[in-house]
């Protein structure tokens, strides 16, 4: 069964940092394009990173250019978002994401979907 499990979550403080996980497990990672994704309350799912499945390529949204870097690691089967940085706008449950095709965060081209995890930005 494919599922998805992110994990790194919490609370922390405007300025500090954050690494998300995404695990994968009942597929092999190598031939999916990954995307984080983020939901605030009130607020569409709006995509926020992606890594391709080929070469590595990345995408981020432009109010996370700079802070954000996603990687993945094939052998462990786990996708990371490192966050620094952190805004309290950055609130948000955020989800990751998986797909055959090429990296795009548009959220309904996406296959399978994590439960999600909660990051709050506050002091």
């Known amino acids: 069964q494919l599922q998805l499990v992110e994990s790194g979550g919490g609370l922390v403080q405007p300025g500090g940092s954050l690494r998300l996980s995404c695990a994968a497990s009942?597929?092999?990672?190598?031939?999916?394009?990954i995307g984080w994704f983020r939901q605030a309350p009130g607020k569409e799912r709006e995509g926020v990173s992606c890594?391709?499945?080929?070469?590595?390529?990345?995408y981020y949204v432009d109010s996370v250019k700079g802070r954000f870097t996603i990687s993945r690691d094939n052998a462990r089967k786990t996708v990371y978002l490192q966050m620094n940085s952190l805004k309290p706008e950055d609130t948000a449950v955020y989800y990751c994401?998986?797909?055959?095709?090429?990296?795009?965060?548009?959220?309904?081209?996406?296959?399978?979907w994590g439960q999600g995890t909660q990051v709050t930005v506050s002091s």
């Open positions: 890594i391709s499945s080929s070469d590595g390529s990345t």
């Open positions: 994401a998986a797909k055959l095709t090429g990296c795009l965060t548009i959220a309904t081209t996406y296959d399978y």
């Open positions: 009942g597929f092999t990672l190598d031939y999916y394009a």
